[in-house]
């Protein structure tokens, strides 16, 4: 079964800086997909990024972007220039792509929650 | 506009009762979910629906049932309702074919049993 880790529960930054959010997961599968969500206050959960495992090159989404390394097995999440409206639950979760019947839902991690300090 | 609705954003119900909790999506999408989330546990998968009428188990299904007879509708049911049962409850939706990645989330009923 696969996992995903997320060590830090809550992690604070000043507004305007840079933070890193780590994720690590275990699989043994060689193609999946590795997510962030972001769920603010209002609980609506929110994609925030995707990486696809086949793919070397960091995806990037305006200020955030990640670091994957896939033979550590690490998918950290960096936000640059952080706002006060990133303040936020972040999710870290996995999905196979490899077929086995029926769909497959997310793996998720046990989040961090990220603070803005103004 | 993507929209996933759920019936209610807060339920208090009794130990014992039967309890549904409803899911609409209305972006014609073939697979279906639904998550508990609890406080440092995160997310955790409890059915998915691949289809009408199919359903397969997740990771935490037991004291759980779901149905699906509607393609947009997926309702998850507790049928004797337990205080380990308090939480929030997330659907989701997805597109159908392993190629399509996003799920898009409801915006979560929180349930209490007492």
């Known amino acids: ?118 | 506009d993507v929209k996933v609705t759920q019936s209610s954003r807060y339920l208090v119900k009794r130990t014992g009762e039967k309890v549904f909790l409803e899911c609409v999506q209305d972006m014609d999408h073939e697979n279906m979910f639904w998550y508990r989330q609890d406080p440092g546990l995160g997310l955790r998968l409890i059915y998915f629906s691949y289809d009408v009428k199919m359903k397969e188990k997740g990771d935490i299904p037991e004291g759980y049932s779901v149905s699906r007879e509607k393609k947009e509708r997926f309702s998850l049911i507790l049928e004797s309702a337990s205080t380990n049962q308090t939480s929030m409850y997330l659907c989701a939706s997805r597109a159908g074919g392993l190629a399509e990645y996003e799920q898009y989330f409801g915006p979560g009923t929180r349930l209490t049993v007492t």
Not at chain 1, 87 to 114: E, I, N, P, V
């Open chain 1, 1 to 118: 079964a696969q996992t995903v880790t997320q060590s830090q529960p809550e992690m604070s930054v000043q507004e305007a800086e840079t933070v890193t959010l780590s994720c690590t997961y275990d699989t043994s599968e060689s193609d999946y997909y590795l997510f962030w969500y972001k769920q603010p206050p209002s609980r609506q959960m929110i994609l925030v990024i995707r990486q696809e495992a086949y793919k070397q090159q960091n995806a990037t989404e305006n200020r955030f972007s990640v670091n994957f390394q896939k033979a550590a097995k690490s998918f950290s999440l960096k936000i640059s220039d952080s706002q006060l409206g990133d303040a936020a639950m972040y999710f870290c979760a996995y999905r196979r792509t490899s077929s086995g019947g029926g769909a497959d839902g997310l793996t998720f991690g046990k989040g961090t929650h990220l603070i803005i300090q103004p």
